[in-house]
């Protein structure tokens, strides 16, 4: 059974760098594609990216000149770096995967990053 | 690639059925049979209840259904509850292979 997990600091200072981590259980991180989603208070969910085959990535294009998604196969995580953050960026971050179709069926419990 | 359009609102009696619309184009939602629906209650992660258009995953109730028809999904539920009012949101895989999310319904059981 696929489990994961986000983790990074919570509180992240204008114009620094986001970055949190997502540990997978229960699978390969070679295998599926590895997702970022973000929901911001009271809004909706915006998709960030996704990495696949430990290594090729998409990422939202209204984002994009600031996302990076990378994999730690040794570790089994896979990381989300956001550059240049504002109160914008202020969201719930969850990390998700397609196991079946290309959907999203698995989701860590999401983290709260507030950028203040 | 903009969002996908749904209501805002919708509501029903306990044991109605209700319908939530989702638009998109046909870079989207009307070129691909991957649009799936998700389920958030506050505060927690959103959960699949519907992929492919009209599939099921293992667990989900069967009150549950999707369907499609050109550039618009729809997401049934029939035999409403009390704990299926919550925030509901279609995605759909794109031609630029990317995702987009619909802007999300609050379905209230009156």
């Known amino acids: 059974q696929v489990q994961l997990q986000e983790s990074g600091p919570g509180l992240v200072k204008p114009s620094e760098t986001l970055s949190l981590t997502c540990t997978v259980s229960?699978?390969?991180?070679?295998?599926?594609?590895w997702n970022w989603i973000r929901q911001p208070p009271g809004k909706g969910l915006e998709w960030i990216g996704y990495?696949?085959?430990?290594?090729?990535?998409k990422y939202n294009p209204s984002l994009k000149s600031r996302v990076t998604i990378s994999i730690d196969t040794s570790k089994n995580q896979f990381s989300l770096k956001l550059s240049s953050v504002t109160a914008a960026d202020t969201a719930v971050y969850y990390c998700a995967t397609l196991t079946t179709s290309l959907s999203f069926d698995i989701w860590g419990p999401g983290t709260m990053v507030t950028v203040s | 690639q903009s969002a996908l359009t749904q209501p805002a609102s919708v509501s029903g009696s306990p044991g109605q059925s209700i319908t939530i619309s989702c638009t998109g184009t046909n870079s989207d939602v009307g070129g691909f049979g991957y649009v799936s629906w998700y389920q958030q209650h506050p505060g927690k992660a959103p959960k699949l209840m519907i992929y492919d258009v009209t599939n099921r995953p293992s667990g989900v109730s069967n009150r549950f259904s999707g369907s499609k028809s050109g550039s618009t999904a729809s997401l049934t539920i029939s035999g409403l509850q009390a704990e299926d009012e919550a925030d509901y949101y279609c995605?759909?895989?794109?031609?630029?292979?990317?995702?987009?999310f619909g802007t999300g319904t609050k379905v209230t059981v009156l």
């Open positions: 990495i696949y085959n430990s290594g090729s990535t």
């Open positions: 229960g699978a390969s991180i070679s295998s599926y594609y």
């Open positions: 995605t759909s895989f794109t031609s630029t292979s990317i995702y987009v």
